[in-house]
RNA sequence: GGUCCUGUAGAUCAGUCUGGAGUGAUCGCCACCCUGUCAAGGUGGAGGCCGCGGGUUCAAAUCCCGUCAGGACCGCCA
């Protein structure tokens, strides 16, 4: 039907008789016996000179024969990959009539997310859809190849399983056979891949759909894809090099960019340097320490368990009142009692302090003097100091500094780091047990286990929280792009994670039966990973939201423009499921 | 569950704070003109439930309340 792809002509081709196939991206027309047509297929623009152009419209699919040659002098479009040559002596027939669409094409106009996602059709066919959409299938090209290089072995899993009361919500399928029972969506195949190991596989890799009933934001969708690795008779390390190969050569593929080394940061030092456990190492303002210059001190906000502060060079004058109120606003909601604020000047007050505005009063000259130095402010600077228990610190902190200096997350730089100590618990119940912070199967640190498996028994509230895992994330840009960890192949230490957990043995084997089952059967060690294909693939094309490299998304409330997703099912339907819909109280 | 921003022509926006005559602009669309444009150009034309519902007012796109939709974020996402 086609000889040749727009986007593919050049010089080299003048002469050849060619046919051409695509759309209908833009027509100037100059008089009845001249007329300009661009042709757009998914490789580019070609320019068309026909004849007349009375019953063509953008959007018409067209197939365009003619020749191709060399533009006149003085007429090559230098913005036009192709605009050194032109098709002439052209004969069009429509393949199909197009109504004008909903939005234009360009890729000017940032077009209603509703419209564009009710005509996804339409939108797929901008050459920055395309390039995402090829970008996307580079990603997971790239991906198998490395892992196919490791020695991985792709293996699917099932959809329809069983629900586990762990993690994120579970999408729910109700059965037909057995009304009353349902199955769930895997929000990950996490325990069918550690049966992998258990069944022999020794190193496993998928790209697998995963689906969470979370709310939706930028980087969160329903579904998402995600590289899922598990190996056997391997360490950390080395599950950090297999996923490190694919990433990086992901990145290369796509950028043709080296990826850079990927730095590691402890868990520890990721929250009290930066208030987050995915890091956004791009820029400074790293959170400091000033709690010992506070130990003593007479100003009553500042007498707490931990005081924090960051530095924003410049923003004495940047920071107008207004948006200085809206900040301490900000912090209050995010849970601290208020944002202290105060400007480095150059000149002293009556007591000595260099500080000004804000809580400064409060201060005594030497505890002014030991913040500016603690934070190595200049005049000109804002200080902004919170103090509360260490955790809501680091957290309102940390969303301060990112709402102060992050920059957009596809600013072009790819900023790998391993995030790894991972604590094994991430807090305690109102009731003391703790909550896990990976799973229960993570693995505790090599260096803590004899903590958690002392013979005297597992130690009980605070002190569990200092007790390190194996579980370690990959974060990009200050995205978090994937989590993983060394497994517990130990019955004596998966027992006394329960035990601590509070979860009773006939509990444990009701819920995750299956696996401890296996487990009986000889299971080697191992040690997995998963990294989010979507956000991977965003972060790459330089996307700020993964919506754009994923072909038929969600809206931000779960909706399907397109298809109407989600709808009320037939009575019928509900019936034949052994399902009554309670109307909404 | 919560906070914030945005809904005006097919599209993108202005007008809203400070209520007042007929809601404008650009692009697109339709017709005609135009032989080298490339975001072609020219002339003319059509096109509006100012998201929806209620309230305040002599008078509401504009103020107030509610609601729906989209977006960003907090919570949530083992």
């Not at 360009?106 to 090829?134: A, C, F, G, S």
């Not at 596989?201 to 598990?230: G, M, P, T």
């Not at 498996?453 to 990009?476: C, F």
Request: one cysteine or more; hydrophobic letters at 40%.
């Amino acid at each position: 039907m086609r000889s040749d792809l727009c986007g593919r002509l050049g010089p080299d081709d003048a002469g050849r008789a060619v046919t051409v196939c695509g759309w209908v991206d833009r027509r100037r027309e100059h008089s009845e016996h001249l007329a300009f047509i661009d042709l757009r297929d998914h490789t580019g623009v070609l320019q068309c000179v026909v004849d007349g152009a009375r019953d063509l419209r953008s959007e018409y699919v067209v197939s365009i024969a003619g020749t191709v040659r060399l533009r006149p002098e003085g007429t090559a479009n230098p913005a036009l990959s192709t605009g050194e040559i032109e098709l002439h002596d052209c004969s069009v027939e429509v393949l199909s009539a197009s109504e004008p669409p909903p939005f234009p094409l360009d890729e000017r106009t940032d077009v209603d997310e509703t419209l564009r996602l009710r005509h996804r059709y339409i939108d797929l066919r901008k050459p920055r859809m395309q390039r995402n959409l090829r970008a996307r299938a580079a990603v997971n090209r790239a991906i198998r190849r490395a892992m196919d290089a490791q020695g991985f072995v792709e293996v699917e899993t099932p959809m329809l399983i069983a629900s586990t009361p762990e993690g994120a919500r579970d999408f729910v399928v109700p059965s037909r056979k057995e009304p009353g029972s349902f199955y769930a969506l895997p929000q990950s195949p996490q325990i069918f891949k550690q049966l992998t190991m258990v069944g022999g596989v020794d190193r496993y890799y998928q790209i697998a759909r995963c689906l969470r009933d979370e709310d939706l934001r930028a980087d969160r969708q329903f579904e998402f894809s995600q590289l899922d690795v598990e190996a056997s008779f391997v360490e950390r390390d080395d599950v950090l090099g297999f996923v490190t190969k694919a990433v990086a050569e992901a990145t290369v593929e796509v950028t043709g960019r080296d990826p850079g080394n990927f730095r590691r940061i402890t868990w520890h030092d990721a929250m009290e340097r930066f208030g987050s456990d995915k890091p956004d190492t791009r820029f400074g303002m790293e959170l400091v320490e000033l709690t010992p210059i506070f130990a003593d001190t007479q100003a009553r906000v500042f007498q707490a368990p931990c005081v924090k502060g960051i530095c924003l060079v410049g923003g004495a004058e940047a920071l107008a009142r207004s948006r200085v109120d809206e900040l301490v606003a900000a912090c209050q909601r995010w849970g601290a009692k208020g944002l202290a604020w105060m400007r480095v000047v150059n000149s002293p007050d009556s007591i000595g302090s260099a500080l000004d505005g804000g809580v400064a009063k409060f201060l005594s000259s030497a505890e002014a003097a030991a913040v500016i130095g603690a934070l190595d402010a200049r005049p000109g600077d804002m200080v902004f100091l919170v103090a509360d228990e260490r955790r809501l610190v680091r957290h309102v902190l940390g969303l301060l500094r990112l709402e102060l200096g992050r920059p957009p997350v596809n600013d072009g730089s790819f900023n790998y780091l391993w995030v790894v100590d991972f604590p094994l618990f991430e807090a305690l119940t109102a009731e003391g047990d703790p909550i896990p912070s990976h799973h229960p199967f993570t693995m505790p640190h090599d260096d803590d286990l004899w903590k958690l498996m002392s013979a005297d028994g597992p130690p009980a509230g605070e002190e569990l929280l200092d007790i390190r895992s194996q579980a370690y994330d990959l974060v990009l840009n200050g995205w978090e792009l994937g989590s993983g960890s060394v497994r517990i192949h130990r019955r004596d230490v998966q027992q006394r994670i329960f035990e601590v957990l509070g979860i009773a043995p006939d509990e444990a084997q009701q819920r995750f039966g299956f696996l401890l089952d296996a487990f009986r059967y000889g299971a080697p060690p191992h040690a997995g990973f998963a990294v989010g294909l979507d956000r991977l693939a965003a972060l790459l094309v330089g996307e700020e939201n993964i919506r754009e490299v994923i072909a038929f998304p969600k809206t931000q409330s779960g909706a399907d423009p397109l298809t109407e997703a989600p709808s009320p099912i037939a009575d019928a339907h509900l019936q034949e499921l052994g399902l009554r819909v309670v109307p909404p109280a």
